[in-house]
């Protein structure tokens, strides 16, 4: 078992305590250096990258110890670059939900066997478990057959607008990915997301008197309540598809028929066949006003795609479950609603396991947590997987 736990736990301070928001970008760019020095003393190509118009910083770390071939078979057969390609990709992002000035608020502390902290759980003790398992096959010598390449971005809470290219990019070059999102309690991880995106329903009608012309006005309100009922009923949980208005505005004083509403909706799909139908559903809102002379107009897309499970996949599950057995652990897996950068490297046919890292809960909240006893657990569960992926080359 890992035994390393201490050093963790250090390194695990000094990088919950820097500010890392999505809109900071220094305190991204901080923790970027803190893992390029790290992965550049076991020997990896370590770079800072810029990624984007707004230049989030993102760690790049290579190893080709592995050798990894050139247009194999795998690589033709799915369309990718006949390019280098890495055994595994190690993915996480830097960056979180907190603004700037949290961490002042609340430090990274223990308390019994819990960790808490800005991010401790989504997803910078994930980050560490796939620096230190890298840091444990070096020091076993099992680092020189393996060709990895790690991948942190620092805009995931955002979307990953400026660095999802990179990322599609190298999972292409990838045989396997793991992202380090946590690990749910009782070691269960991600083998299927959601896909989702959002879309802005605008509904524009006339103002007028509410009480002495009402008939001179159209009511904006009144239109997007008919488009939300039509909204509603894209909701089909037989295919796994979803379509929650979340946000509504609309009018201004009561006695006035508002001129404008708008609707914020959430939607996410099971099934990648679903995106098409979803987005041509909006598109078409325009052509089907209820009240005479509304208007409706849509932004908006389905921007990650669902992250379904492959032969391939389940493969890479059932050997992931294989070793846990072997350190007495059962490892499970889920399928969430909620999206990662998974979806876009599972899109692409690239073998895709999520929540790789330290088991935790309550992501988003000042209440999120990790469980310190799972350090060791993920640490040698994940580096023994990745030897056993070397034995398979061999």
């Given at each position: 078992m890992f035994k390393h736990t201490d050093l963790f736990l250090k390194d695990f301070q000094t990088i919950v305590n820097i500010d890392?928001?999505?809109?900071?970008?220094?305190?991204?760019?901080?923790?970027?250096?803190?893992?390029?020095?790290?992965?550049?003393?076991?020997?990896?190509a370590a770079d800072v990258l810029f990624q984007g118009n707004a230049k989030v910083p993102c760690l790049q770390a290579v190893s080709d110890h592995g050798h990894g071939t050139t247009g194999n078979k795998d690589s033709a057969k799915n369309g990718r670059e006949d390019a280098a390609v890495y055994d595994l990709m190690f993915?996480?992002?830097?960056?979180?939900?907190?603004?700037?000035?949290?961490?002042?608020?609340?430090?990274?502390?223990?308390?019994?066997?819990?960790?808490?902290?800005?991010?401790?759980?989504?997803?910078?003790?994930?980050?560490?478990?796939?620096?230190?398992?890298?840091?444990?096959?070096?020091?076993?010598?099992?680092?020189?057959?393996?060709?990895?390449?790690?991948?942190?971005n620092g805009d995931e809470e955002t979307g990953s607008t400026n660095s999802k290219e990179w990322i599609r990019s190298t999972a292409k070059k990838s045989r396997n990915v793991f992202v380090f999102e946590p690990?749910?309690?009782?070691?269960?991880?991600?083998?299927?997301?959601?896909?989702?995106?959002?879309?802005?329903?605008t509904a524009t009608g006339k103002e007028a008197h509410a009480g002495a012309d009402p008939d001179k006005g159209i009511n904006?309100?009144?239109?997007?309540?008919?488009?939300?009922?039509?909204?509603?009923?894209?909701?089909d949980p037989d295919r796994g598809t979803s379509a929650q208005v979340t946000v509504v505005n609309g009018g201004d004083k009561v006695n006035i028929i508002p001129n404008q509403a708008v609707a914020?909706?959430?939607?996410?799909?099971a099934q990648l066949g679903e995106k098409e139908k979803v987005e041509r559903f909006f598109n078409t809102l325009c052509d089907n006003t209820i009240l005479p002379r509304a208007k409706i107009s849509v932004?908006?897309?389905?921007?990650?795609?669902?992250?379904?499970?492959?032969?391939?996949?389940?493969?890479?599950?059932?050997?992931?479950?294989?070793?846990?057995?072997?350190?007495?652990?059962?490892?499970?897996?889920?399928?969430?609603?909620?999206?990662?950068d998974g979806n876009f490297t599972a899109a692409l046919g690239t073998p895709t396991i999520d929540?790789?890292?330290?088991?935790?809960?309550?992501?988003?909240?000042?209440?999120?947590?990790?469980?310190?006893?799972?350090?060791?657990?993920?640490?040698?569960?994940?580096?023994?997987?990745?030897?056993?992926?070397?034995?398979?080359?061999?």
């Open positions: 890392s928001s999505s809109d900071h970008l220094p305190g991204i760019e901080k923790v970027a250096r803190f893992f390029q020095k790290r992965f550049s003393a076991i020997g990896l993915m996480g992002h830097m960056d979180t939900v907190f603004p700037f000035g949290e961490v002042e608020k609340r430090q990274f502390s223990i308390q019994g066997d819990k960790a808490f902290g800005p991010g401790v759980c989504d997803m910078k003790g994930g980050l560490l478990v796939a620096l230190h398992v890298l840091e444990t096959l070096e020091r076993e010598g099992a680092l020189e057959k393996l060709s990895v390449c790690v991948a942190f690990c749910r309690p009782g070691y269960r991880m991600v083998s299927q997301r959601k896909g989702g995106g959002w879309f802005h329903v904006a309100v009144v239109e997007l309540a008919n488009q939300i009922v039509a909204i509603d009923k894209l909701n914020a909706v959430d939607v996410r799909i932004q908006g897309q389905i921007d990650r795609p669902p992250m379904e499970t492959t032969q391939k996949s389940l493969a890479l599950l059932d050997l992931i479950i294989d070793e846990g057995k072997k350190i007495g652990i059962d490892v499970t897996s889920i399928a969430t609603g909620g999206c990662s929540g790789m890292g330290i088991v935790g809960a309550n992501s988003h909240r000042q209440d999120e947590y990790v469980e310190l006893s799972s350090i060791p657990v993920m640490v040698t569960l994940i580096s023994n997987v990745c030897k056993s992926l070397i034995s398979g080359k061999s």
